[in-house]
């Protein structure tokens, strides 16, 4: 036998009206285990379920209490003891076992296990009787044995016992065997009559008294025990499954009896097990529904998000469109732009070159000034000799006549510098219209350059308000953006709340499956 360790000698108490239930088939691995054998064990439902049921046997259970279980469920025949059971951290519980077999085709095809809470009595009588058991075993002396969950000498000491394996026939004709013999040793014994009376009336009498011990002991371990089990099964039939009952397993009638209650253990083992689950589906399942309405009210509120979403990148494309226009027509301004700016910087060279001649104009006529105040010069400086000739000759003025002639001279070559002059001035004052026109054109290319800068700064104004648009669009898209993530995460949270509780009803469901299916009815 497998030694479960470690063991801790810690008890774990079952709550008050707990029933653990659990089905194994005929190798003892467990096939169904309720939710309340689940927790006071330790295990996990996948640890227990397919394991061999000795998963939670305790080291100090002996290991005739576990042969004579299955010697006993093997034949058919159920089982009843106090049991120690072991959890996963090594505690240990006790339950009062009621192991019933599941039979087909007059086999057993498998077992079902429904664990009451034993009372303190039951659980120091069974801790006595199980240190007595280790003692015996140890010492090689046996004055007992367990049988069918109940005690039985041994030897000698257990042939009184064996009156209880007569069956009801047996014990039937064996009383009326013996009211009949009492009847007949009367009329041998007492031919003559008793007491001086007759003697039909003293076999009367015996008859009478042998039939009224018959039919009291009859009353009392036949009818009445009948009478509960009828009660008991009438509670049955009208699905009441709290009834009680005590039978003597020794009696005939208390097999039934045992039957009988059984019968309505496990009913109820299974009825509390599928109404706890069903509880549990059924409140798991108003989550289910709540969450769905929230997700309801969330997707409703994603879809007004959504839409709003659209309408603002709608608002955004007819912007961003307005923009590309805009951008468009800034672009064919800004090839005007340059192309004024490149008129204007050509008309500026034209100014440039005027200027320039104009420079040159004024050059050569400060040469021309500058030889005139020479010429000026002299012919003051000549005069001024002819005046001091003419006023040392007196009246002879040969002198004042060649100054005079040089006088001339001076004179034309004057006015060959003025004509020089008035040309050079024509020249300089056409050069000056043209460079004035020049900078007339020049001026009108640069206020064309303004227009179009200032048409440009408007464009640039319009593409400004189309970018702040833009810019509350997105934040209108940011927004709706953070409500659907928002609302996308507590439908993540709550898809995965739903796949739990789903998971959950997945199993509840299969112990439902597992709980009911030990039954079994014709299709």
Same mark, same amino acid.
């Given at each position: 036998?497998?030694?479960?360790?470690?063991?801790?000698?810690?008890?774990?108490?079952?709550?008050? $009206?707990?029933?653990?239930? @659990?089905?194994?088939?005929?190798?003892?691995?467990?096939?169904?285990?309720?939710?309340? +054998?689940?927790?006071?064990?330790? +295990?996990?439902?996948?640890?227990?379920?397919?394991?061999?049921?000795?998963?939670?046997?305790?080291?100090?259970?002996?290991?005739?209490?576990?042969?004579?279980?299955?010697?006993?469920?093997?034949?058919?025949?159920?089982?009843?003891?106090?049991?120690?059971? /072991?959890?996963?951290?090594?505690?240990?519980?006790?339950?009062?076992?009621?192991? @019933?077999?599941?039979?087909?085709?007059?086999?057993?095809?498998?077992?079902?296990?429904?664990?009451?809470?034993? @009372?303190?009595?039951?659980?120091?009588?069974?801790?006595?009787?199980?240190?007595?058991?280790?003692?015996?075993?140890?010492?090689?002396?046996?004055?007992?044995?367990?049988? *069918?969950?109940?005690?039985?000498?041994? $030897?000698?000491?257990?042939?009184?016992?064996?009156?209880?394996?007569?069956?009801?026939?047996?014990?039937?004709?064996?009383?009326?065997?013996?009211?009949?013999?009492?009847?007949?040793?009367?009329?041998?014994?007492?031919?003559?009559?008793?007491?001086?009376?007759?003697?039909?009336?003293?076999?009367?009498?015996?008859?009478?008294?042998?039939?009224?011990?018959?039919?009291?002991?009859?009353?009392?371990?036949?009818?009445?025990?009948?009478?509960?089990?009828?009660?008991?099964?009438?509670?049955?039939?009208?699905?009441?499954?709290? $009834?009680?009952?005590?039978?003597?397993?020794?009696?005939?009638?208390?097999?039934?009896?045992?039957?009988?209650?059984?019968?309505?253990?496990?009913?109820?083992?299974?009825?509390?097990?599928?109404?706890?689950?069903?509880?549990?589906?059924?409140?798991?399942? /108003?989550?289910?529904?709540?969450?769905?309405?929230?997700?309801?009210?969330? @997707?409703?509120?994603? *879809?007004?998000?959504?839409?709003?979403?659209?309408?603002?990148?709608?608002?955004?494309?007819?912007?961003?469109?307005?923009?590309?226009?805009?951008?468009? /027509?800034?672009?064919?301004?800004?090839?005007?732009?340059?192309?004024?700016?490149?008129?204007?910087?050509?008309?500026?060279?034209?100014?440039?070159?005027?200027?320039?001649?104009? /420079?040159?104009?004024?050059?050569?006529?400060?040469?021309?000034?500058?030889?005139?105040?020479?010429?000026?010069?002299?012919?003051?400086?000549?005069?001024?000799?002819?005046?001091?000739?003419?006023?040392?000759?007196?009246?002879?003025?040969?002198? +004042?006549?060649?100054?005079?002639?040089?006088?001339?001279?001076?004179?034309?070559?004057?006015?060959?510098?003025?004509?020089?002059?008035?040309?050079?001035?024509?020249?300089?004052?056409?050069?000056?219209?043209? $460079?004035?026109?020049?900078?007339?054109?020049?001026?009108?290319?640069?206020?064309?350059?303004?227009?179009?800068?200032?048409?440009?700064?408007?464009?640039?104004?319009?593409?400004?308000?189309?970018?702040?648009?833009?810019?509350?669009?997105?934040?209108?898209?940011?927004?709706?953006?953070?409500?659907?993530?928002?609302?996308?995460?507590?439908?993540?949270?709550?898809?995965?709340?739903?796949?739990?509780?789903?998971?959950?009803?997945?199993?509840? *469901?299969?112990?439902?499956?597992?709980?009911?299916?030990?039954?079994?009815?014709?299709?």
């Amino acid at each position: 036998m497998k030694l479960n360790l470690p063991v801790t000698q810690q008890e774990r108490v079952m709550a008050e $009206g707990s029933v653990l239930v @659990s089905t194994t088939d005929v190798q003892g691995r467990i096939t169904h285990c309720n939710r309340a +054998f689940v927790e006071i064990s330790g +295990f996990d439902y996948e640890e227990l379920l397919g394991q061999p049921h000795h998963l939670v046997r305790h080291p100090d259970m002996p290991a005739e209490a576990f042969a004579d279980m299955w010697s006993t469920i093997g034949r058919g025949r159920p089982w009843s003891g106090v049991v120690k059971n /072991r959890c996963k951290n090594g505690d240990h519980y006790w339950v009062l076992a009621n192991v @019933s077999p599941v039979m087909e085709n007059g086999k057993p095809v498998g077992y079902m296990s429904v664990r009451l809470k034993p @009372s303190r009595a039951q659980i120091a009588q069974a801790e006595a009787l199980y240190a007595r058991m280790t003692q015996e075993a140890a010492s090689g002396r046996r004055s007992f044995r367990l049988h *069918a969950g109940g005690i039985r000498g041994v $030897g000698w000491r257990d042939w009184p016992r064996r009156r209880h394996r007569m069956t009801l026939a047996q014990r039937t004709g064996l009383a009326s065997a013996a009211a009949l013999g009492l009847t007949v040793a009367m009329a041998w014994l007492w031919p003559q009559g008793l007491a001086g009376l007759p003697l039909w009336l003293g076999q009367a009498g015996v008859a009478a008294l042998a039939w009224s011990g018959f039919q009291a002991w009859f009353t009392l371990s036949t009818a009445q025990p009948l009478s509960e089990a009828a009660t008991l099964a009438g509670s049955l039939a009208s699905c009441n499954l709290d $009834g009680e009952l005590d039978y003597n397993p020794t009696n005939p009638i208390g097999q039934i009896k045992r039957m009988l209650w059984l019968v309505n253990l496990n009913m109820r083992a299974i009825v509390t097990d599928v109404r706890g689950e069903v509880d549990d589906i059924v409140a798991e399942a /108003r989550d289910i529904r709540d969450g769905t309405v929230d997700l309801s009210a969330r @997707s409703e509120q994603q *879809a007004q998000a959504v839409a709003e979403t659209v309408a603002a990148v709608s608002e955004m494309n007819a912007s961003l469109q307005q923009t590309s226009d805009t951008a468009d /027509r800034l672009n064919g301004l800004s090839e005007k732009a340059g192309e004024h700016a490149g008129q204007g910087s050509q008309a500026t060279d034209e100014v440039a070159s005027s200027m320039g001649r104009i /420079r040159h104009s004024s050059t050569r006529i400060t040469e021309i000034i500058d030889l005139m105040e020479t010429l000026a010069f002299q012919t003051n400086l000549l005069a001024l000799n002819a005046a001091v000739e003419a006023a040392h000759a007196g009246e002879q003025g040969r002198g +004042f006549a060649v100054v005079a002639s040089e006088v001339r001279a001076l004179a034309h070559r004057s006015t060959e510098a003025a004509h020089q002059i008035r040309e050079l001035i024509d020249v300089s004052v056409n050069d000056v219209n043209a $460079g004035g026109s020049s900078v007339d054109e020049a001026a009108r290319t640069i206020g064309g350059v303004v227009h179009a800068v200032q048409r440009v700064s408007e464009l640039l104004q319009a593409i400004q308000s189309s970018a702040q648009e833009q810019l509350i669009g997105v934040g209108q898209v940011d927004q709706a953006m953070q409500v659907i993530d928002d609302v996308t995460h507590r439908n993540a949270a709550l898809a995965r709340a739903s796949a739990e509780a789903t998971e959950s009803l997945e199993r509840r *469901a299969d112990t439902l499956q597992r709980a009911v299916r030990i039954f079994r009815v014709k299709a």
